[in-house]
C-alpha cells in the first residue's frame, strides 16, 4: 500500500521559510513524478510545484516563481517543497501527491495517491 506523510507545516510570518517534507512508502519513489497542490478556505485545490522522476525538470505555478522550489531525494523516498518570502495569500492546506511513471503534470487527476495535507498559515 502506498502511504505519503506531509511535514513540515506550521504558523509563521509573512518573509519567513518553511520546508515541506513528504514521505513515500510502499512503492519506490523513483517511478513517481510528484507535486505539491494547495487548498485555501473556501478555494478549490490549486497546482503549486512538480518535479519529474529523475529531478531534473520541475514546473511551477505563476504565484511561487522565485519564491518555491522543490526537490526529491529519492534514496530517501522523500520529496521536498521549500517555500520563501512566504505571503499571507499563501496560506493553505498543502498536498503533496505522485503520479507513477508521470513527468510533473499540473492536472490533479493525474496523480495517483495524496497525502493528507499539512497546514501553513502566514500571517502579515
Known amino acids: 500500500q502506498v502511504q505519503l506523510v506531509e511535514s513540515g507545516g506550521g504558523k509563521v510570518q509573512a518573509g519567513d521559510s518553511l520546508r515541506l517534507s513528504c514521505v513515500v512508502s510502499?512503492?519506490?519513489?523513483?517511478?513517481?513524478?510528484m507535486a505539491w497542490f494547495r487548498q485555501a478556505p473556501g478555494k478549490e485545490r490549486a497546482f503549486v510545484i512538480a518535479?519529474?522522476?529523475?529531478?531534473?525538470?520541475?514546473s511551477f505555478a505563476d504565484s511561487v516563481k522565485g519564491r518555491f522550489t522543490i526537490s526529491r531525494d529519492n534514496a530517501k523516498n522523500t520529496g521536498y517543497l521549500q517555500m520563501n518570502s512566504l505571503k499571507p495569500e499563501d496560506t493553505a492546506v498543502y498536498y503533496c501527491?505522485?503520479?507513477?511513471?508521470?513527468?510533473?503534470?499540473?492536472?490533479?487527476?493525474?496523480?495517483?495517491?495524496w497525502g493528507q495535507g499539512t497546514q501553513v498559515f502566514v500571517s502579515s
Open positions: 501527491a505522485i503520479d507513477f511513471l508521470g513527468g510533473g503534470s499540473y492536472r490533479p487527476d493525474d496523480y495517483d495517491y
Open positions: 510502499g512503492r519506490p519513489f523513483s517511478e513517481y513524478a
Open positions: 518535479i519529474n522522476r529523475s529531478g531534473a525538470s520541475t
